[in-house]
């Protein structure tokens, strides 16, 4: 079975500092995984997917996520975080795109 | 484009009592979720449609909840008799078709409060 792990439920940054959000996932195959983001009250927007290829994965908004096999990761960063970003942040892992399995999330802070 | 849209925003039900969630997807969309999201916690699956054919329901707990998908557009989920634990937020999400290449668009959700 696999699964996601979001080390840090809450993270706060200050305005332009590195936001660095970890994601570690549990699989027996290599798995596809995504990162969204919630805005309060609102439905979740796809940020970012790593699905093959490139292990390096550019999203909306600046943000971006690095796949690594050796250490089951998939943590999503920001080189300087916005005022907007403050939101939700789920990480999920899916090995045939039906079964979506998300992570408790991270809240993001950003510190004016 | 449209989105998704939900309707109910927001409803407050009693224990035992029996709620309807309404989604509409994106036009052309195959693919249908719904998900349940507990405070705190990420989304849960609780079943997939591809048109109007139940994909995976393996998460559904059926002896209160249902959901049907009549000509493969709209979709409802019902709970029947709502407990407290089912107090959540349930989003519906498309797709233009399963797999991990098409992204799933999630609608705003309806926040269920069961008291």
């Known amino acids: 079975a696999q699964s996601v792990t979001q080390l840090g439920s809450h993270v706060s940054v200050s305005e332009g500092a590195l936001v660095l959000l970890r994601c570690n996932y549990s699989s027996s195959v290599p798995p596809y995984l995504f990162w969204y983001v919630q805005y309060p009250n609102q439905g979740l927007q796809l940020l970012l997917k790593?699905?093959?290829?490139?292990?390096l994965v550019k999203g909306i908004n600046g943000f971006e996520a690095e796949f690594k096999k050796s250490e089951t990761s998939f943590h999503l960063t920001k080189p300087s975080a916005h005022m907007s970003d403050a939101a939700e942040y789920f990480c999920?892992?899916?090995?045939?795109?039906?079964?979506?399995?998300f992570g408790t999330g991270t809240s993001l802070t950003v510190i004016p | 484009e449209a989105g998704v849209a939900q309707s109910p925003r927001y409803k407050i039900i009693e224990k035992r009592q029996s709620v309807a969630f309404w989604c509409n997807p994106i036009s052309g969309h195959a693919t249908l979720y719904w998900y349940q999201q507990i405070l705190g916690q990420g989304p849960k699956l609780l079943i997939q449609f591809q048109n109007n054919g139940v994909v995976d329901d393996s998460q559904l707990p059926k002896d209160r909840f249902s959901a049907e998908r009549l000509k493969g557009v709209d979709s409802t989920l019902k709970i029947q008799p709502a407990k407290l634990e089912d107090s959540a937020v349930y989003l519906c999400?498309?797709?233009?078709?399963?797999?991990?290449?098409?992204?799933?668009?999630f609608g705003q959700g309806t926040r269920l409060t069961v008291v």
């Open positions: 999400a498309s797709s233009l078709r399963p797999g991990t290449n098409t992204e799933a668009f």
């Open positions: 790593y699905t093959t290829g490139a292990t």
């Open positions: 999920a892992v899916t090995l045939t795109g039906n079964q979506f399995y």
